[in-house]
């Protein structure tokens, strides 16, 4: 047989860095208007970890190893945020917490609520994160993976607590770090 393509690149499963919970430094790569499942308005928020960040680049040293030809950006760097509280009719919790977190992020920073392409202007825009573990469910087969739990101001996320583990039932598991991975060229990405 020969050797396939690209063999020594193409990562095997499970040899893939896991993203440290706690808190983490990030910059908001792009943010685009959508409509969720019911119609109403919600934004789809792309981000990845920045240069004062333990694990710089994550997403996008994803993004750039993934050798499928229709690859995305990774869905773990990607948040889905309804603007409409369903319940309420009024703005979202999730939505008024990342406004205000951006805004408190980037000094002098004020969403300008009239512009043309709204998600444009948080483009290169500093915010924080705190990642945790949360259990899932797929196919039968239970597994835990990191993920964003919620937003904080880009200073807050240096002394973000590392949240409990998000279990399918009402237990709760301890977290563990790991560590960093390397940095990527600007190429190629999708924004």
């Known amino acids: 047989m020969l050797k396939p393509n690209n063999y020594d690149n193409v990562k095997a499963s499970g040899e893939f860095e896991k993203i440290a919970v706690g808190g983490h430094y990030m910059t908001i790569k792009k943010i685009v208007e959508r409509k969720n499942k019911n119609n109403g308005d919600m934004i789809v928020v792309a981000f990845d970890f920045d240069m004062r960040d333990k694990q710089e680049g994550y997403f996008k040293k994803q993004f750039l190893d993934d050798v499928r030809p229709d690859k ?3 869905y773990a760097g990607t948040q889905y ?3 409409v509280d369903t319940r309420t009719g009024d703005c979202s919790k999730a939505f008024k917490t990342f406004c205000t977190c951006v805004e408190k ?3 002098g920073f004020t969403i300008n609520w009239d512009a043309e392409d709204f998600g444009k202007q948080f483009t290169n825009k500093s915010i924080g994160g705190v990642f945790g573990e949360v259990e899932n469910e797929y196919n ?3 597994t835990m993976r990191v993920q964003l739990r ?3 101001t880009y200073k807050d996320a240096a002394n973000a607590k590392i949240p409990d583990a998000r ?3 009402n237990t709760v598991a301890k977290t563990s770090s790991a560590p960093a991975p390397t940095t990527a060229d600007d190429d190629d990405l999708p924004f």
């Open 105 to 107: 992020s980037n000094p």
């Open 81 to 83: 945020i309804n603007v």
């Open 150 to 152: 919620w937003f904080c």
């Open 72 to 74: 995305v950006w990774p």
């Open 167 to 169: 279990l399918l039932t």
């Open 140 to 142: 039968g087969k239970t």
